[in-house]
Structure formats: structure tokens, C-alpha cells
């Protein structure tokens, strides 16, 4: 796990100046604190920070070559059938001067050029400099587990592992995009290849980047499609099927030249992953856990011990307060790099830095619920279908009615569902996030400024899904909604803050729910076999269900709740307020005063604008991180003050 970087002359052979690969890492150290290293050859410069965690000696620094210095590589990331593949390279002749994964892309590259992604079985993001064909070749992992930013400029071409180490560079344009906050605040994360910067964009999951004789092309080679071929199998022969896959998956995530551990959140997930790793391991495994301080705050550390004590794991935990919550909140903010509404974020951040203190990897259950459909919004949309069909014609009437009356009486569960009753799929599936329900949406004139309604122009997230469910019209709707979560809400807002809170922690998460085969597996199942008899992840707990504890496996869904609803409304309120009500936040031009303080009030009063209320904050705070002042230096002020008021 590290840190890439780099940039590329496009229009000519001019060198890069290494002082701006050296800028670019410097801000990245976080990501690999254990070397760093840079190639500069003509156009292209490449840089490394360097996380050590398989092969440790300097043969695994970075950047890489083949046996002729002819390609050369910077690598983030994981290559879990690295020693397959290394055992097939060797035959053909190739000749390694290190056990690292990072030297097995180097020679598949040789043998199969942009096609060697193909056979990856990993996380990764990785740049390969072509030095016989002056091409330079970028690819992502299948899911996004691993980010890449780039930004293209007429002359020039810059990536790198976190979009800060780009904008250090001065020729990087930082014009905001305005419809990217629309959608930002449509969705509570930017969805899409999209930045809020107009010159920054994330290479999408699944693609890869060639720059080649000045041009520039991004390609899909990977996708999530769903097949029948285990739909003629009975659940028990599946569920044996999936214990054997997982068992080898968890196995393969477990390599590694450092200690390994797990996140515990209480949940089956996480669970199940450890009773996977403790079997595949001599050694007594570490788990960690979170908990909030505070009254009437749902505690999870309960569940985690009965895990770990079940297991037999060297068990830690740490607990945050409303304070720790608010002032993690600056850093939060540069280490995410983009707004995102995503508070357990910060739960994930402090319990990675207790990780990091015994341990350099660790495993988590994520992805689980994407993979074999695990929120209840699943099941809900389920039986919603089933009432549109059953009351057929009176569909839309029923659902007008509904929605009217949900919002009469102020219960917007019953107006969401309301609204879904009488939409497409895609305005009754966002109905949760980005319906013509939300906030954001509903009464966008009443909200916004009407010049920032301008220049952000046309913004129909509706569209945005309907592009990718185009794609699975054939397929029953779980598979449909699971299609869409994959590509939004998996790669742009959970990996993200999975990568970025674990990183900033110079710790490695490994997520092996979210291995390609086992996305595959159950994209192969029938739908029956993840959501029925009454169960989410049906056949995934049932795989779990001997060795996970009854009391895990049955209780409701959690997560690591933060309880910061109940924080913002308490102690924090006045705060919050002096942040989105001050001159600057005002001075922006996105919204109305008398609006967001009605909203302010509301979410006080009634405590149903929370996710609203910090998606407002995390925008100014981002505003006066990364725009107000530069974003070059990690500790360069606190972003609750004002720019004015810290000069």
C-alpha cells in the first residue's frame, strides 16, 4: 500500500523537474512514510512513497523497472494471485529481482500490454511508463478500491493517489465546478469522474488511462454483470460454494510480510471475515473496535467483544467524544479531499490509529452489503414493487396521495415512498438520497442563490442513473439497484473514506468482500438467495451462521453509528452555526440566509436534517481548506477560523 504520483509532457520531450514530483510526494507522505523514490526520463516523471508490506528490503522500492530499464512503474495497491502469476512469468523467462507483487505487473505488462489488468486479482492504481512505445498506461482496480485523480492540461498530464498532490502543482487550473456541488449535494458525495474542481477528475473503477503520441483515452475493460449460472443450484449447494471462495479469499488477503488485523464493527461482515482469518493463521490475530461517549449513544463495542472473545483475538478499543468529533473535522476535511457526508468516516479514522499502533494491515468486512444485499432499503423497494404491481393503474394516485400527505403531516419516510410509487425506477430507488423528495432537490429555487443556480446549470441526477441502470434493464430490480450501488455509492463514498481514513493512518485495509470473484459469485446467484425468507445477505450469513455468534447475526444493522445528529443539535450547535451562517460561508453566493437558518432551526427542533446540515459543513470547511487557502500543507491553519480572520 502506497502512494503514486506524476506527471507527463504531452507535446514535447521537455524533462519534468524532479522538484515537482519531490512537491507532489511530499504531500502524500502519510500514504508511505517508509521510503520514497522517483524516475524522471524526458516527459515523463514518476514518484513513490513507499508503505512496506510484502518483501520489506530495498529490492521493493519504487519506482520499478524490467530487466532493461525500458518500462518503468509506480504502484499502489495489492495483487492478491501475485505468486501465480509470478510462478507463470518465471517459466516464460522473465527474470525478478524481488518477491514483490509490484515486479509481477511489470513483466505481465511486457507479455500482454494494457491487457495484463485483466488478470489481476487485487486492489490496485498503477502508472507504467512505456519507454519503447512513449506511452504512458494508468489503470484502477475492478471496484475502486484503490483512487486515482488526473487532470489534463493542453500541454500536460498530472495523476497521483490523492487529488491534493495534483493541485500543488501551480499549471493545475482550480476553477470550481458548480454542478459538481449541485450533485454533490444531491447524492452527499460527488458522484461520478467528476471533481468540484473543473480540471480534476477520478479515473472510474474498472478503467485505465493511455496517454500515447499526445492523446489521451480512457477505457472500460472490467464491469459487474449478472449471469444465471447458479440459478439452477439449490441455496445449500451455493452457500458451500461461497464458504470455499471466501475461505480462499480471506486467505489470499491475509499475505503479508507485517503483522495483520481486523476492524470489528459488531456486524456480520466483519465477524465473518475474522472467523475466515483466525483459520488461516497460527498466530493469535488482533481485532479493534470504536465506541462513542454519552447518553442514550448505541454502543457497538459489546458485539465486537463477543466476536473477539469468541474467536480468541488480542482485542482493543478506543472511544470518541463530541469534542474528538468536532475537532477531526479540519482534518477529516483534507484527508477526504472531496465533501462527503460520510460521518463514521471519523469513527474509522480513530480506530485505524489505534490499529496503526500495533498493526500494518487489516482486514474489514466492507462491501459485504453491496455484494449480497444488506440494507434495508433493498427489501423495501422489493415489496414496494410488488404493491405498484399489485394495485396497478392506481399507482400513481396512490402514491400522489401518499406523498402529499407525508408532507403535510412532516413524515418524509412516507413521502419518499409516495413519490416512488408513482416514478421510475430511478426517481423511486434515489428517492432515499436524490429523489424529487431530497431537500437539495425539492425546493432547489427556494434554497439556492438564484446566480449559483446558474452557473451550476442543468443538474438531473436522475439521468446520472439512468445511464447506468440502461445497462441492467433486463435484470430483476435487486440486481438493478445493487448494479447502481456498485458504481455510486461503493467506489465514491465508502472506499473513498476507506482508503483515505486508513492511509492518513499510514495503515493498509484490505477488503476481501469485495474481491472480484466473489463479486462475480453473487452477481450469479438468483436474487432469491440474497434477499428472501425475511433475510438480507441470506446465503452470505448462512455461510457465517455455525461460526458467527446467533446474537451478531440476528440484530439490526449498525455499523459504526456516530451519534453526531445528537451531537450537532447539542453542544455543537452554536458552533456549527457560527460556520454556516459567518460572512464567508454567506460570501459564496449558494444559498439563501433566511433558508439555512430555517434549516439550522429545523435540525435543531426536530433532528431530521443531519445529513443535510453536515453535508453544508463539510463543503465550507472543504472551501476553506482547499480553495481559500491552497490545501499544500497539511497544518497550515485551522479551517473553522476564517481566512480572514487568520491573517
Not at 504531452?10 to 524533462?15: K, R, W
Not at 486515482?148 to 498532490?165: M, V
Request: include cysteine; proline fraction near 5%; charged fraction near 25%.
Amino acid at each position: 500500500m502506497c502512494g503514486i504520483a506524476g506527471k507527463l509532457n504531452l507535446d514535447s520531450e521537455n524533462p519534468v523537474d524532479n522538484r515537482v514530483l519531490n512537491r507532489m510526494l511530499n504531500v502524500i507522505s502519510h500514504r508511505g512514510p517508509d521510503g520514497h523514490g522517483t524516475y524522471v526520463s524526458g516527459p515523463i516523471g514518476l514518484g513513490h512513497r513507499r508503505l512496506s508490506i510484502i518483501d520489506l528490503s530495498t529490492n521493493g522500492d519504487q519506482p520499478m523497472c524490467n530487466e532493461d530499464g525500458t518500462i518503468w512503474i509506480v504502484f499502489n495497491g495489492e495483487i492478491y494471485n501475485y505468486p501465480e502469476l509470478r510462478a507463470d512469468l518465471l517459466k516464460r523467462g522473465h527474470v525478478f529481482r524481488s518477491q514483490t507483487d509490484t515486479e509481477v505487473i511489470v513483466h505481465l505488462y511486457e507479455e500482454d500490454g494494457p491487457e495484463c489488468v485483466k488478470k489481476l486479482r487485487g486492489m490496485f492504481a498503477f502508472a507504467i511508463w512505456d519507454g519503447w512505445r512513449r506511452r504512458l498506461f494508468v489503470a484502477r482496480d475492478r471496484v475502486g478500491i484503490k483512487p486515482l485523480y488526473y487532470a489534463q492540461a493542453p500541454n500536460s498530464l498530472w495523476f497521483g493517489s490523492e487529488l491534493k498532490s495534483i493541485l500543488v502543482e501551480p499549471e493545475v487550473p482550480r476553477e470550481i465546478n458548480a454542478a459538481g456541488i449541485r450533485r454533490f449535494l444531491s447524492f452527499y458525495y460527488p458522484a461520478g469522474e467528476e471533481t468540484l474542481f473543473k480540471s480534476i477528475k477520478k479515473l472510474p473503477a474498472g478503467h485505465y488511462l493511455i496517454a500515447e503520441s499526445g492523446r489521451v483515452s480512457v477505457s472500460r475493460y472490467w464491469d459487474l454483470e449478472f449471469t444465471r449460472e447458479r440459478w439452477s443450484r439449490s441455496f445449500e449447494e451455493a452457500t458451500e460454494e461461497l464458504r470455499d471462495l471466501l475461505g480462499s479469499t480471506v486467505k489470499d488477503h491475509m499475505i503479508a510480510d507485517v503483522p495483520v488485523g481486523v476492524l470489528l464493527s459488531g456486524g456480520t461482515d466483519s465477524s465473518g471475515v475474522l472467523s475466515l482469518a483466525v483459520q488461516g493463521t497460527a498466530k493469535r490475530m488482533k481485532s479493534f473496535t470504536v465506541g462513542f461517549s454519552g447518553e442514550q449513544i448505541v454502543d457497538e463495542r459489546p458485539y465486537a467483544r463477543l466476536a473477539a472473545e469468541k474467536f480468541g483475538t488480542d482485542h482493543h478499543e478506543i472511544s470518541i467524544t463530541a469534542e474528538n468529533f468536532w475537532n477531526f473535522l479540519p482534518q477529516y476535511v483534507w484527508h477526504m479531499e472531496e465533501p462527503v457526508c460520510e460521518p463514521p468516516a471519523v469513527a474509522l479514522f480513530y480506530i485505524s490509529k489505534l490499529a496503526a499502533q500495533h498493526v500494518k494491515v487489516v482486514l474489514s468486512g466492507e462491501g459485504g452489503d453491496e455484494a449480497f444485499a444488506g440494507y434495508p432499503n433493498y427489501p423495501n423497494m422489493l415489496r414496494l414493487q410488488q404493491i405498484r404491481n399489485s394495485v396497478g393503474p392506481l399507482a400513481g394516485p396512490v402514491g400522489a396521495m401518499s406523498s402529499l400527505a407525508g408532507r403535510m403531516i412532516g413524515d418524509e419516510r412516507l413521502e419518499r415512498y409516495g413519490a416512488a410509487m408513482r416514478g421510475t425506477f430511478e426517481q423511486h430507488y434515489f428517492s432515499r438520497t436524490s429523489g424529487p423528495t431530497f431537500y437539495f432537490n425539492r425546493d432547489s429555487e427556494q434554497i439556492f442563490c438564484a446566480d449559483f443556480l446558474q452557473s451550476a446549470g442543468a443538474v438531473n441526477t436522475t439521468d446520472f442513473v439512468t445511464q447506468l441502470t440502461n445497462s441492467v434493464r433486463d435484470q430483476p430490480l435487486l440486481n438493478q439497484m445493487l448494479y447502481v450501488d456498485t458504481k455510486t455509492w461503493l467506489p465514491d463514498d465508502l472506499l473513498i473514506k476507506a482508503d483515505k481514513m486508513t492511509m492518513a493512518n499510514s495503515l493498509e485495509l484490505r477488503v476481501p468482500l469485495l474481491d472480484h470473484k466473489v463479486l462475480e459469485f453473487a452477481a450469479s446467484l438468483p436474487p432469491a438467495y440474497k434477499v428472501g425468507a425475511g433475510r438480507t445477505k441470506r446465503i452470505l450469513k448462512a455461510v457465517f451462521e455455525k461460526a458467527v455468534p446467533n446474537e451478531i447475526l440476528t440484530r439490526k444493522k449498525a455499523g459504526f453509528p456516530v451519534p453526531y445528529n445528537r451531537w450537532m443539535r447539542n453542544g455543537l450547535s452554536e458552533p456549527l452555526k457560527e460556520v454556516l451562517l459567518s460572512s464567508q460561508a454567506m460570501g459564496r453566493g449558494y444559498f439563501k440566509r433566511k433558508e439555512l437558518e430555517g434549516l439550522l432551526q429545523a435540525h435543531k427542533c426536530k433532528s431530521k436534517r443531519g445529513k443535510e446540515v453536515f453535508s453544508l459543513l463539510v463543503l465550507e470547511l472543504w472551501h476553506r481548506r482547499f480553495v481559500d487557502r491552497g490545501a499544500f500543507q497539511p497544518e497550515s491553519g485551522n479551517c473553522f477560523v476564517s481566512s480572514r480572520d487568520s491573517r
